[in-house]
Structures are given as structure tokens and as C-alpha cells.
T-cell receptor, first 114, second 111 residues
């Protein structure tokens, strides 16, 4: 089944403790991206990647890192999480070669930083 | 500054009603506009629009884009309770770059 898989689905952590949220897709998509969703603010893009070793900042990159060493994986790293990073996070992927592509989203990661 | 504005922010209708959701945008380097439905968690793809005036349809849902007036509408006819969800509009700037979302319209359909 074609899908985007995020792990973990839920995470509670403490301020300052480094964490990684994984994202993997099995559709051979070139494009992957991360979003956070907050009440009243909607979905905002954190980082995106057009292909392996190519990443760029979205609207809200502060406090986050990403890497794209393999085409299928795009982990989101919080080096020193803070409470304002408590949010619902989504990873998405897309094929840039399909003229009618849409973005496929993962199931989300609910992160709480205390 | 790029922005995508959806209206209304919320809407309550009765089953069988027809609804129109609006999305206006001011985005440089526009490439496409996308509509998503979000129920419990992950947004699911509905439509991608790149050309003005060409309606896209899927069952009771349809959407159209006006690139001159910079807006799109999503129509849902004969609404059902299963249509209750947040509907998200997003604008893609260039292929594989920024995707800018509106805040969404929360639709509630009562039986």
C-alpha cells in the first residue's frame, strides 16, 4: 500500500531533550516536507526537500533540523525542544513527475513538550 | 507576504444542503491550488487546480479556479454527515517548493 509513515504517533518529552520524528514513504517520491498544525494557525511548512541532499526552509524552520540522505526518508530533528513546539506534525510526499500530483500526508505525530 | 484566506471559517448545514467554500490567495510564483479534506488526522487530497475555468469533479464535490480574480471555490452538493470535516485550501508556489495553507473551513453537517 502506498503510504507515508510517521513515527511515533504520540510523544511526550521534556524541554531540552533531543528527539527525532521519522518519516518514510514507499512511493519513490522526490518531494517530501514537514508541517506543523496549531489551532487558529492552520498548517505551516517547516522544511521541504526536492530530492536527496536537497533541503530548504519553509515558513517556520526555527528550532528544527532535517536531513535527506535517502529518497524514502525525511526525519525531523528537534535538537532542544521547547514548549512552543508542542503541536501536531505532518510529513507529506509527492511525485514531481506526475502532472496531476497531490501531496500524500502521513497520519501525524502529536508532540507535547513539558 | 504570501497568504491564503479561506471563508467561512466554520459552517453548519443540514443534510442535503449545498455548500460553497471559498479560498482566495495572494501568492507569488503561483503554480497550483489544492483542496484537502481533514477528518480525524491526516489531510486527504481532493483536487489540484492549475488552469482557470476548468471545473474538476469527484462525485458530489467540484472545484474551480479563477486565476484572474485569485480565488477558488469548492462545492459540495447534497451534503451528508460524512462530509463533516475541515476543508483545507493550499497554494503551491513552484513544483516541489512551498505549500501555503489557509486556516481551513470547518464544515458540520447535521442529520
Amino acid at each position: 500500500e502506498a503510504q507515508v509513515t510517521q513515527n511515533p504517533r504520540y510523544l511526550i518529552t521534556v524541554t531540552g531533550k533531543k528527539l527525532t520524528v521519522t518519516c518514510s514513504q514507499n512511493m519513490n517520491h522526490e518531494y517530501m516536507s514537514w508541517y506543523r498544525q496549531d489551532p487558529g494557525l492552520g498548517l505551516r511548512q517547516i522544511y521541504y526537500s526536492m530530492n536527496v541532499e536537497v533541503t530548504d526552509k519553509g515558513d517556520v524552520p526555527e528550532g528544527y533540523k532535517v536531513s535527506r540522505k535517502e529518497k524514502r526518508n525525511f526525519p525531523l530533528i528537534l535538537e532542544s525542544p521547547s514548549p512552543n513546539q508542542t503541536s501536531l506534525y505532518f510529513c507529506a510526499s509527492s511525485s514531481l513527475r506526475d502532472p496531476n500530483y497531490g501531496y500524500t500526508f502521513g497520519s501525524g505525530t502529536r508532540l507535547t513538550v513539558v | 507576504e504570501d497568504k491564503v484566506v479561506q471563508s467561512p471559517l466554520s459552517l453548519v448545514v443540514h443534510e442535503g444542503d449545498t455548500v460553497t467554500l471559498n479560498c482566495s490567495y495572494e501568492v507569488t510564483n503561483f503554480r497550483s491550488l489544492l483542496w484537502y479534506k481533514q477528518e480525524k488526522k491526516a489531510p486527504t487530497f481532493l483536487f489540484m487546480l492549475t488552469s482557470s475555468g476548468i471545473e474538476k469533479k469527484s462525485g458530489r464535490l467540484s472545484s474551480i479556479l479563477d486565476k484572474k480574480e485569485l480565488f477558488s471555490i469548492l462545492n459540495i452538493t447534497a451534503t451528508q454527515t460524512g462530509d463533516s470535516a475541515i476543508y483545507l485550501c493550499a497554494v503551491e508556489k513552484q513544483a516541489g517548493t512551498a505549500l501555503i495553507f489557509g486556516k481551513g473551513t470547518t464544515l458540520s453537517v447535521s442529520s
